[in-house]
């Protein structure tokens, strides 16, 4: 069983960054596909950055391509997302989440991003930018 804990959100103004972190116990060995998730009011949830390690494969959503950096600090068991020059329209709860699917190196540049890929979720943290 993987549980997942979020932290380092708040709140900033544009232009400014954010360093999220999550925390995973149990399982989460490096054939799991590890990402990070976000959901605005009233929207979906959708998937910011993706990471699978034994595949050495990182997937970003096009919104964030240049700004966010996902990244796994094994030894601590822990996932992060570098978050740069932010701006309103990245305000959301941000979540963490672990999943494991058969072929993932075939599969992760087409499931990665996808929650329904995902098991295991963190309750999340909130990010709001102000203008």
């Known amino acids: 069983q993987v549980q997942l804990a979020e932290s380092g959100g708040g709140s900033v103004q544009a232009g400014g960054s954010l360093r999220l972190s999550c925390a995973a116990s149990?399982?989460?060995?490096?054939?799991?596909?590890m990402g990070w998730f976000r959901q605005a009011p009233g929207k979906e949830r959708e998937g910011v950055a993706a990471t699978y390690t034994a595949g050495g494969l990182t997937s970003y959503a096009d919104s964030v391509k240049g700004r966010f950096t996902i990244s796994q600090d094994n030894a601590k068991n822990t996932l992060y997302l570098q978050m740069n020059s932010l701006s309103p329209e990245d305000t959301a709860m941000y979540y963490c989440?672990?999943?494991?699917?058969?072929?993932?190196?075939?599969?992760?540049?087409?499931?990665?991003?996808?929650?329904?890929?995902?098991?295991?979720w963190g309750q999340g943290t909130q990010v709001t930018v102000s203008s």
């Open positions: 989440a672990a999943g494991r699917i058969s072929y993932a190196s075939i599969r992760f540049a087409t499931r990665g991003l996808l929650p329904g890929t995902y098991n295991a």
């Open positions: 149990g399982n989460t060995d490096s054939t799991y596909f």
